[in-house]
């Protein structure tokens, strides 16, 4: 097994009623062909994905290196919870996703800090500016999921953070148009 030394959530980006009514398997075979054949890479980016029901299904296996966030895939697992289209960081977690995932998510978490110790649960949005995972990961791991900053944080952030999450689709459509080229 390798080393762990941290776990980083995300979002699909995915709206609420993405692919309703099929199994979080089936769904996690279709991010997987979006990362294989959309991406090039060789598996699924991450290692688990929790569905709007909170079922978790597994990703890539973790004893192998992720690819979730660029520059610290080494040592990371990486999960995805389904949804979080429109998302900004400093949205609330109830904003885009449900209780079940919230439950399932902090169950999941509370698992893999037995197995590997107390390593930091960290967001993408930590790490690049991005929306991802569409809240602010240390308030929602303090506060709950229905903590969001305070308003006139949001006022201040809120033109930044849509520029911003403007500049990583286009920097996300850009990569995707490079990679199929
Ligand atoms: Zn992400």
Avoid at 24 to 46: F, L, P
Avoid at 130 to 153: Q, Y
Wanted: charged residues 25%.
């Amino acid at each position: 097994m390798r080393k762990i030394t941290g776990i980083i959530l995300h979002c699909t980006a995915t709206r609420p009623e993405f692919m309703d009514g099929q199994t979080t398997a089936t769904k996690a075979d279709e991010i997987r062909r979006w990362h294989v054949e959309g991406n090039g890479w060789s598996d699924i980016g991450y290692h688990y994905l929790v569905d709007r029901d909170g079922t978790v299904a597994t990703g890539r296996p973790i004893d192998r290196t992720g690819a979730h966030v660029r520059g610290h895939n080494t040592g990371t697992i990486g999960i995805s919870l389904l949804g979080g289209h429109g998302s900004a960081e400093t949205d609330a977690f109830a904003e885009h996703f449900t209780d079940r995932q919230d439950t399932a998510l902090r169950t999941l978490l509370a698992d893999l800090q037995d197995r590997f110790g107390a390593v930091p649960i960290t967001g993408h949005n930590d790490y690049a500016a991005k929306a991802c995972p569409g809240f602010n990961v240390a308030r929602w791991l303090d506060k709950g999921p229905t903590a969001a900053p305070a308003p006139e944080a949001v006022d201040a952030a809120t033109e930044a953070t849509v520029y911003r999450w403007r500049l990583a689709e286009i920097r996300d459509t850009a990569d995707r148009a490079l990679a199929g080229a």
